[in-house]
């Protein structure tokens, strides 16, 4: 595929590694997570959960959160990953590293599969969150 990036949780692992992210990235941010939070029914403990890393136990409601977040940031267009939307949003972060954002887009592309939508985002997710902390 021409463009491969990271659902959901790139942007959390981002925002949580960024102490000062842009204001106009938290604002979306926060409008994209209502929507999605309930849309997908998604319990918020369980957002909580994976923001400290821990992925077990995933609801199919928090996979989906992971693809309506995805979708609605921009970064999968037309059933697509879009890398460049995702580097656009996410090079203006303090912490940004171009070394983790090209092994994210190379090393994960094996995740992003699934049953639907959902899961794949989710399993993309989770690979991001791994290289992103390493």
Do not use: H, Q
């Not at 693809?67 to 940031?73: I, K, V």
């Amino acid at each position: 595929m021409k463009n491969f990036i990271g659902l959901l949780v790139f942007a959390l692992v981002i925002l949580n590694a960024n102490a000062n992210p842009p204001e106009e990235f938290k604002e979306k941010f926060r409008e994209v997570n209502a929507k999605c939070a309930e849309e997908s029914k998604v319990d918020k403990s369980e957002l909580e959960r994976f923001k400290s890393g821990d992925f077990a136990g995933a609801s199919p409601e928090f996979k989906c959160y992971s693809s309506c977040f995805a979708r609605e940031m921009g970064f999968i267009a037309n059933g697509e990953p879009n890398t460049e939307k995702m580097k656009e949003v996410f090079s203006k972060m303090p912490k940004f590293s171009e070394e983790k954002f090209n092994r994210i887009v190379n090393e994960c592309k094996s995740e992003y599969t699934g049953e639907d939508d959902c899961e794949k985002g989710f399993n993309y997710m989770a690979c991001e969150k791994k290289i992103m902390f390493s």
